[in-house]
């Protein structure tokens, strides 16, 4: 799938101007890395959650540092794409090595186990699918309509918006299996695990969305700069 992916990207971005056709073809070779999430699952299956948070923390802090080495000797866009998929690379080195005394060789095929799995994930692809156009129709519509630096001005915003859920989703994603154990003394059960969750989280989240008319201003001009000001007050909505 990774390799179908990369071949209909490839053949895309040859239909980019001179400018924008070499860094696709770099964004493009780099979908198998930047789209290896799936030893994640592995991990909670075999009780071994916490290699989730350790490889996503090798993969965010790789990422800091390529971009910033990047940042202070040769900021191009092609040097941070680079510096991205290199970060990438490591992650998945990193998820290989955490997973290697998790799985036994060789492992047989078994089409009736491939069959339902497709069944099973062809809804969330669906949905997936839906949530990328969605999440890209906003941004087509906002260059059509209001031009680059409304774009700009909003991409700002939205990018703060998800390092904050990335590092939400790194922190929560050893509850899995705690809500799994849940899960097998029955629904109601589930129900009330995941609702106490819930409501921690929503108590520690609050102060900071009270907050955030005076803090969001201070996170866009230390990530932006005065010229992003802009993006502080999206930001708070988007917060909420």
């Known amino acids: 799938l990774a390799a179908m992916a990369t071949g209909i990207c490839m053949a ?111 809804p969330i692809g669906f949905a997936g699918l839906m949530t990328a156009v969605n999440g890209r129709a906003n941004l087509l519509f906002l260059d059509h309509f209001q031009g680059p630096d409304a774009l700009a001005i909003y991409g700002a915003a939205t990018r703060v918006l998800d390092l904050a859920v990335n590092l939400a989703v790194v922190i929560l994603w050893p509850l899995i299996p705690i809500f799994s154990r849940s899960a097998g003394a029955g629904i109601a059960n589930l129900a009330a695990e995941v609702r106490k969750a819930v409501r921690l989280l929503l108590h520690l989240i609050l102060p900071l969305l009270v907050a955030s008319p005076y803090l969001t201003p201070i996170i866009v001009r230390a990530l932006y700069g005065a010229n992003y000001a802009a993006a502080a007050p999206i930001l708070d909505v988007l917060a909420w």
């Open 12 to 122: 895309l971005s040859l239909t980019f101007d001179a400018g924008a056709a070499g860094p696709m073809l770099l964004v493009s070779l780099s979908v198998a890395f930047v789209a290896a999430r799936f030893l994640d699952p592995l991990y909670q299956v075999a009780h071994r959650p916490f290699r989730s948070t350790d490889t996503q923390l090798v993969g965010a802090g790789s990422v800091l540092a390529a971009t910033g080495l990047v940042a202070v000797l040769h900021p191009t866009l092609t040097w941070f794409l680079l510096a991205f998929v290199a970060a990438n690379v490591l992650y998945v080195g990193a998820s290989f090595i955490a997973a290697r005394d998790l799985i036994a060789a060789p492992i047989a095929i078994d089409l009736t186990i491939v069959r339902g799995t497709l069944v099973l994930a062809a």
